[in-house]
Each structure stands twice: as structure tokens, then as C-alpha cells.
């Protein structure tokens, strides 16, 4: 019975003796929430303005009869699902048929009958119930994946992201001419001591949020961040024709950037350009990442430069000068590579 | 009842002469994909004509071919109508001369699972013989097509999309035969396969689920003669032991008191003349029903609301005491919501898919692609 009191029902019968028959039995039966409707048409308007959970539909009625209404009723998709149940003749089994082919749920045969109207009414609510279960549940499904999905663009490249959920996977594949930038904090130790956590990941959290607008500008791709440390690249998936300027110049605007976030912060900035692999690792936790060494030489120019400054190979410098200003920084040991020059860049020309 | 008979021996005999030569040709489509919904078993299609795609769409064109009939007027489709689940809605058929025939035109939904074919007549087995009853019989005319076939494939060979079809189908210049006419028209019918009703996708209404436990429970028994998948225990498949064959006696007629049905309508007892066999017909298919009134052998049972009142009362009138009936069809007390509920179950059998397919269709009116 508590179900029943839940109910909201649109009851359809241009007699007014039914209406006060049928309320009778439905007050008797816990039904609280019971509205009526005189012929067809008021009632397939009352269903446009409020929601009912069951449609008791007489058959004969001037003016759009049953099976109009029951059609009006099926062929509309906001209200398709509602359980509409015929009232009907009790030999009238043609009609009765004609109903069940159109949609209906069930029928109720004149004179009404206390013990049937309950019956009927109670399997009509129960099979709802299971039905708004089932649809709710298969929402529920449906916004988590949503959210899924807007949770993997944030994290991955939007075209990566979009391979990653048609085909389930992403190939690991390798590029000619990526931009790399690596950009850290100056001094981020000393910075956190005497500082609460919360404190830390706040100014953290300003800072990157301002290096992400910047690299967007760029149109180039977050990596990752790894503690004070920050990864981009450009021309990994969107096309970037310069994409050794474009590092530089997001590095500048972000070394320029930091002061103005806090006084505290300074950032030091490496580049580099070249070939390089990218792809997906994890299984449930999926991590975009880049592999190769013009990732290690990037991150190496980080390590080598000053705050407020990009600093890159003289290879990659020779490739901008025209663009920029920049000083020697000297010679320095790469891992595989030798005794590189190194050149920092301090702004643009 | 001998008119009968010799209609039929007199096709046999035809039939005899034909299939010598006729069921040899080559294996020209090896792997047709049916495509049937989950659950339904493949037909047994015979070595002789296997399923291909351009012969069962030459067969669609053949079955709404007005050409293969006398006057030019009626094709099979004339009497199989797609949206009555390819039945006409008349009491009994009428052919092309508007000779009455004694029978109500049957479904030819799920025509591939009937190991025999027609209202009762226990050697008819192939398709391929079935329709040169229609074609070319006499006993009652119905295309009227007898003594004509050399007409029937001159105006075949004169249509050049015919032609070409045949050709699609059989790959040979000389396609155009009557012997592949029927394997066509076979093939087309074969694929008539209808199983998606609201039963099949189990959403049921819950009138008709009151009527479902009714239909298959032990007091009504129709599930006894009518079993599900497909609604009638004739029946044959792949992978299935034995030919599932019944003839029933439902105790519609009692003329005389004797146990005799009318003498153009004994059902088996035609074929075979044991007495046992008085009035017994085989169990038409209960799937899409509700579209195909009047009902019966011979259409004498005009609503479904009538026939289930005959079961109830375990016959119609003095047929109730046919000493040839079936045990099952002993009567039983039902309301009135109890058969409307069986009514609604009847009505879910409806397969509104195969009543609209295309693929089905009128090729001259709709026309694929």
C-alpha cells in the first residue's frame, strides 16, 4: 500500500458517477494522488503539464475515444512509458485486444472490482517500480561513464582520449619534430619548509593552473606535473609547424608568469626539440606520457638554467636566434651525448 | 472428398515427371546467412535448392507476379497478403475464375518449419511441389495456369528483368524454367520467418502475461497442439531427431451423429480413408493470429473470442461429441477477464516487423533500394 500512496494517477472517464465511484475505491485502496479528466482531449493535455505514474483510460468516450488518446498516448516519447490500464466492457474482449495491440498495460472491466482494482493497480505499480529501477540504474551508468569520459579528456590529450574510448587502447607511436618544455620551481624545498601542506598545494595549485592557461594558449598539450615540476609539449597532437618557438615562447611567459603569482615563486625553464615517442601507460589508471631523449634533454636544460630563463642547447639556439635574445651558459656533460654548449634565452627580440 | 484426391495425384503424377530432372543443378550459393533471431533454430532447406540471395529476391518478384495467372490478375501474394501475415481474410479462398475453394487460406509465416504443408495432407513435404497446386490445379482452379506452362515461361523469358534475374539466380542462359520458377518461389518463402513479437522480446503487457500463464497451463492446454517457439506441434528443423508430424481433431462438425466433417473437409481421412482420421486437420501456427481471421480449416470461426469460447465448451455444438476428437479438447470454465487476458496473449503473438518487412514487400509498389 505504501507504493500506492506514492502513485500519482490520471484517471480518464466522461462519466462523472465513475469519477466519484473510481475515487472511492482508489481512497480505499491508499491511492492519495488522483486526478480525473473528463474526455481525451484534457486529458492528454494534463499530461503534457504534470507527470503520472498510471493512466486509467475508459474506452468509449465522445470526442477522442480510448484508442485515440491510448495512441496519442504511445506515439508521444516523453510519455510512451507511462502504464496506461483500459477501462473497458466486460465482454468487450475486440476492444480489449485492440487496446493491448495499441500499448496498454492492462484493462478493468465494469463494474468495477474492489479485489481486481487492487490487484491490477498493485502489479501496474510494481512493474513500474522495477522498470524506473532498471531506467535509473542504466542512467546511473550512463553519467558515470560521462563523467569518465570528461575525467579522460582532462587528463589525456583530447585526441588521444577520443582514440583511447573509440577503440579501448591507444597505439604508442613515434614523432618526427615534438617540442619539449620543462619548467620548474627555484627553490621549492626551502619554499615548503615553514609552510602548512594546505599552504604548498594552494600556491601550487594557482601556479599551474596559470602555466595550464599559458600552454593552452600555445595550443600545446599538458604532460604531466611531477611534484614542483612541470611538462609540456607542442606538436604532439595539435599540428605545430615551429614547435621549437613555441616551447621557448611558452617558457618565457611562463618564467614571467611566476613572480606574478606569488613573489615567492621562480621558475627555471628547459627546452628542446626532436623525436620522441608517446603513448599510454596503466591499465585502470590511465598516465599519457612521452619517452626518448629529446624528453631527457629537455628536462637536463631545466636542471642546468637560471630562474626566469630558458635554457636549451646551441643546436636549438641556432634554430631561434633570429627571434630571440640569449646568452652562452657554457659547456655541460649530457649523459650519452658528450660536452654540450648550452644557451639560455632571456626574451624575445 | 475423391474430387480432392485425384487433384492432388494428378500433380504428384506431374511432379513425379518433374523432379527426375529438375533437383540436380549445381550448388551455386553455398553459405547464405539467415541472420534469425537468437534462439530460433536453422529450417531445413533441401540439398537440391539451397538459400541465396537473388533467388529469394527473383522469388519475391515470381509471388507478386500477376503474370502467373490465367486472366493476369492474381498472383500468390493476391491470396497471402503480407499485412495478414500473408493470408486473405476471406472464409475461404477464391482463385482467379472465382471458383470458391473449400479452405481458408493458411499463414505462410514460418513456412520452413513445416514438414507438411497445407491443412492436411500428410505427403505434401516440399514447397517446391506445393505452389503447382495454385499454379496449375484444376480442382479448384485457383491461377489457372494448367496445360499453360509454356505460357507461364514465354511471358517469363519475355520480361527482360526477369530474365536477368533468373540468370542472378541460377547463372545460366537458359535460368528461365518453371523448375526454377518453383525453386525461386520456395527459396522466398522460406525466408517468411517472423519471431520478433512482443512475446519473443519478452514484453509482455500484463493482460497477456495472465493470458500466457493460461495458454501454458494444464487446465486450457493449448500449449498441448500449439507449443512455443512456434505456436503448432508440426514442425521440423536442423538438428531436430525426427519430423514432429500431428493431426488433430478439434470437434468443430459431427454430421449425423457419425463423427463425419463436410464432405469437401475431412481433413486426413482424404488421404489416408481410416475413420480415425475423420475431421483431423494439422495445427495451424498461433504467431500473428489476431491478424489473421476468420479462423479454422475452413474460416467457419469468425473472432478469436469464438474460438476460444468452441475450446471452452470442448467443441462447437453437436461437434462436441465427435468420437474422433482430441482428449485435449475436453472444455474448461473460464471468465470472461480470463479470456480477454487469453486474447491478450494471442494478440502479443502479432509481429508487426514481419507485417511491414520490405524484404517481403510488393516489389512493383516498393521496390528495394
Not at chain 1, 488518446?69 to 512509458?81: F, G, M, T, W, Y
Not at chain 1, 502489479?123 to 517500480?129: D, G, I, L, S, T
Not at chain 1, 636544460?301 to 630562474?307: R, W
Request: with cysteine; hydrophobic share 40%; glycine share 8%.
Amino acid at each position: 500500500m505504501p507504493e500506492g500512496e506514492q502513485s500519482s494517477l490520471l484517471v480518464v472517464d466522461d462519466e462523472p458517477f465513475n469519477h466519484t465511484l473510481i475515487k472511492r475505491l482508489l481512497d480505499a485502496e491508499g491511492y492519495a494522488d488522483v486526478s480525473f479528466a473528463d474526455n481525451g482531449r484534457q486529458a492528454l493535455d494534463m499530461l503534457q503539464e504534470s507527470n503520472f505514474d498510471i493512466v486509467l483510460l475508459d474506452i468509449e468516450m465522445p470526442e477522442l475515444n480510448g484508442f485515440e488518446v491510448l495512441e496519442s498516448i504511445k506515439a508521444d516519447l516523453n510519455h510512451r512509458h507511462v502504464p496506461v490500464i483500459m477501462i473497458s466492457g466486460v465482454e468487450d474482449t475486440e476492444s480489449i485486444a485492440k487496446c493491448i495491440e495499441l500499448g496498454a498495460e492492462d484493462y478493468l472491466a465494469k463494474p468495477f472490482n474492489a479485489t481486481i482494482l487492487r490487484a491490477r493497480l498493485g502489479a501496474c505499480v510494481e512493474k513500474k517500480r522495477l522498470r524506473d529501477q532498471e531506467k535509473s540504474h542504466l542512467e546511473q551508468i550512463r553519467t558515470e561513464k560521462k563523467k569518465a569520459d570528461e575525467l579522460l579528456t582532462v587528463i589525456l590529450p583530447s585526441s588521444i582520449a577520443s582514440e583511447l574510448k573509440a577503440t579501448g587502447k591507444v597505439q604508442p607511436r613515434g614523432y618526427d619534430k615534438v617540442g619539449m618544455l620543462f619548467c620548474d620551481i627555484v627553490g621549492f624545498t626551502n619554499y615548503c619548509s615553514g609552510r602548512s601542506a594546505e599552504e604548498v598545494v594552494t600556491g601550487l595549485q594557482t601556479l599551474f593552473t596559470k602555466f595550464e592557461e599559458i600552454t593552452t594558449k600555445y595550443n600545446m598539450e599538458k604532460i604531466k606535473t611531477i611534484g614542483d615540476e612541470f611538462m609540456a609539449s607542442a606538436g604532439l597532437t595539435n599540428p605545430d609547424y615551429e614547435p621549437l618557438l613555441t616551447v621557448v615562447k611558452c617558457g618565457l611567459e611562463m618564467a614571467a608568469a611566476a613572480p606574478e603569482v606569488s613573489a615567492d615563486w621562480k621558475v627555471r625553464v628547459g627546452v628542446h626539440a626532436g623525436p620522441l615517442v608517446a603513448g599510454i601507460v596503466g591499465d585502470q589508471k590511465y598516465q599519457f606520457d612521452v619517452w626518448g631523449d629529446t624528453v631527457n634533454v629537455a628536462a637536463r636544460m631545466a636542471g642546468a638554467g637560471n630562474p626566469g630563463a630558458v635554457t636549451m642547447t646551441h643546436d636549438s639556439w641556432l634554430e631561434i636566434e633570429s627571434e630571440c635574445q640569449g646568452k652562452m651558459l657554457g659547456k655541460m656533460e649530457i649523459k650519452g651525448k658528450g660536452e654540450i654548449d648550452v644557451v639560455e634565452c632571456t626574451g624575445l627580440q | 472428398m475423391s474430387s480432392n484426391v485425384r487433384a492432388y495425384n494428378k500433380a504428384s503424377l506431374f511432379l513425379l515427371l518433374l523432379f527426375t530432372f529438375v533437383f540436380s543443378a549445381g550448388n551455386l550459393h553455398a553459405d547464405y546467412k539467415w541472420n534469425l533471431p537468437p534462439g530460433l533454430p536453422e529450417p531445413v532447406i533441401p540439398q537440391s535448392n539451397p538459400m541465396s540471395v537473388a533467388k529469394v529476391e527473383l522469388g519475391r518478384h515470381l509471388f507478386y507476379y500477376k503474370k502467373l495467372s490465367l486472366n493476369g490478375k492474381m498472383a500468390c501474394a493476391t491470396c497471402h497478403r503480407q499485412a495478414r501475415a500473408f493470408t486473405d481474410g476471406r472464409v475461404t479462398a477464391q482463385g482467379t475464375t472465382g471458383e470458391i475453394h473449400p479452405r481458408n487460406t493458411p499463414s505462410l509465416g514460418n513456412v520452413a518449419y513445416q514438414p507438411v504443408l497445407t491443412w492436411a495432407q500428410p505427403k505434401l513435404t516440399r514447397l517446391e511441389e506445393q505452389l503447382l497446386i495454385p499454379l496449375l490445379g484444376t480442382q479448384p482452379v485457383e491461377l489457372g495456369m494448367a496445360g499453360k506452362k509454356k505460357i507461364i515461361v514465354r511471358r517469363l523469358k519475355r520480361d527482360p528483368a526477369y530474365h536477368s534475374m533468373f540468370q542472378a539466380a541460377f547463372g545460366d542462359n537458359k535460368a528461365v524454367s518453371l523448375e526454377n520458377m518453383a525453386k525461386a518461389l520456395a527459396s522466398f518463402q522460406r525466408r517468411l520467418i517472423t519471431a520478433n513479437s512482443a512475446y519473443d522480446r519478452e514484453d509482455l503487457s500484463l493482460a497477456a502475461e495472465r493470458g500466457a500463464k493460461l495458454f501454458f497451463g494444464e487446465r486450457l492446454n493449448c500449449f498441448r497442439c500449439h507449443p512455443a517457439p512456434f505456436f503448432t506441434d508440426s514442425l521440423t528443423h536442423v538438428g531436430l531427431g525426427f519430423k514432429e508430424i500431428a493431426f488433430h481433431n478439434t470437434g468443430l462438425y459431427n454430421l449425423a451423429g457419425k463423427g463425419a466433417y463436410p464432405p469437401k473437409n475431412t481433413g486426413l481421412h482424404a488421404h489416408t480413408g481410416q475413420p480415425e482420421d475423420m475431421g483431423r486437420f494439422r495445427t495451424p501456427s498461433l504467431r500473428n493470429v489476431a491478424v489473421t481471421a476468420p479462423y479454422m480449416h475452413d474460416g467457419s470461426v469468425p473472432t478469436l473470442a469464438q474460438v476460444i469460447d468452441i475450446y471452452a465448451a470442448g467443441g462447437r455444438g453437436p461437434g462436441r461429441s465427435n468420437p474422433h476428437k482430441s482428449v485435449f479438447v475436453s472444455g474448461f470454465n473460464l471468465t470472461s477477464i480470463e479470456k480477454s487476458d487469453l486474447i491478450a496473449f494471442l494478440t502479443s503473438l502479432t509481429d508487426e516487423t514481419f507485417l511491414t518487412d520490405p524484404r517481403f514487400s510488393d516489389p512493383f509498389t516498393n521496390p528495394l533500394k
